[in-house]
């Protein structure tokens, strides 16, 4: 049974930093991308960064260059450091597998409970 447990976030002011945990269960963490994914208030999820079972990765536009993704596959962990935030970073983030459906990742959909990033001065 895929298990996930997000952990780190809290209340942080414009400018600030952060780093998320992912802790994972129940696969083979290690054959997995894993993505990083947020929802804000009203708005639909996003996927803000993965990283492959080979260590490359990806961003959204919106946080290259502020965000970055990790992994230690004997940990069975990802992590996301967020540096920078700005108060738009404001969302509930979670943590998720990853297949390659054609050419797209796409979540395997075991979400875990999130948590959550508030930017606010």
């Known amino acids: 049974q895929v298990q996930l447990v997000e952990s780190g976030g809290g209340l942080v002011q414009p400018g600030g930093s952060l780093r998320l945990s992912c802790a994972a269960s129940?696969?083979?963490?290690?054959?997995?991308?894993m993505g990083w994914y947020r929802r804000g208030p009203g708005k639909q999820r996003e996927r803000v960064a993965l990283?492959?079972?080979?260590?490359?990765?990806n961003y959204a536009d919106s946080v290259k260059g502020r965000f970055t993704i990790s992994r230690d596959n004997a940990k069975n962990s990802t992590y996301l450091q967020m540096n920078s935030l700005k108060l738009e970073d404001t969302s509930v983030y979670y943590c998720?597998?990853?297949?390659?459906?054609?050419?797209?990742?796409?979540?395997?959909?075991?979400w875990g409970q999130g948590t959550q990033v508030t930017v606010s001065s």
């Open positions: 998720n597998p990853l297949s390659l459906a054609n050419t797209a990742y796409v979540p395997l959909g075991h």
């Open positions: 129940g696969f083979i963490f290690s054959r997995y991308a």
């Open positions: 990283i492959t079972s080979g260590g490359g990765t």
